[in-house]
């Protein structure tokens, strides 16, 4: 279940999404660990946006204690080194490879993660070669759709899931 930011920076509402979500079935939580100036360089809203949206770290390690408490793992993309103790904070803490990340990164660089904490967002341009499949064989895998849902790619979407078997989607 993706909150992202529309907590709008309330830990109580952020609490409450991720009840909801684990109530109707999510099997994870995905929040968004910001730093306002670094994601408004690249974000597609105002820097006063991204601020008003902010958790302190401790408020986003609160949500993650609070996924754990309830049964729903939470776990953060994060925007800037500012927050990087949230994806770091248990050892059995969930961490995400982005899609722009997954497209820069190598085969080598891959298997390093290659673990079930690790969920990787697949963008639909990425070059699934064998040693790309193989490294991330154990990861979670998200197919990253386009933010117009008319531009989805659903034979490239077919396509993954026959090389990688069990696949997501992540619906922008």
Request: with cysteine; aromatic share 10%; charged share 25%.
């Amino acid at each position: 279940a993706e909150i992202g930011n529309h907590h709008l920076g309330s830990t109580e509402t952020a609490k409450t999404m991720i009840y909801e979500a684990h109530k109707a079935g999510a099997h994870f939580c995905k929040m968004q660990a910001i730093d306002p100036y670094v994601v408004s360089r690249t974000g597609s809203m105002p820097y006063s946006f991204y601020r008003a949206c902010e958790l302190t770290t401790e408020e986003y390690l609160e949500c993650q204690r609070y996924g754990h408490s309830i049964g729903i793992p939470v776990f953060f993309s994060v925007f800037g080194e500012k927050h990087r103790l949230v994806s770091r904070v248990r050892r059995d803490a969930l961490h995400k490879i982005s899609g722009g990340q997954f497209n820069g990164l190598s085969a080598k660089q891959l298997q390093e993660h290659n673990n079930t904490r690790t969920i990787v967002s697949i963008p639909g341009d990425a070059n699934l070669t064998a040693e790309k499949c193989i490294a991330i064989s154990q990861m979670h895998k998200m197919f990253v759709t386009p933010y117009l849902p008319d531009k989805v790619d659903w034979d490239r979407y077919d396509v993954m899931k026959v090389k990688l078997g069990r696949l997501g989607y992540s619906d922008h």
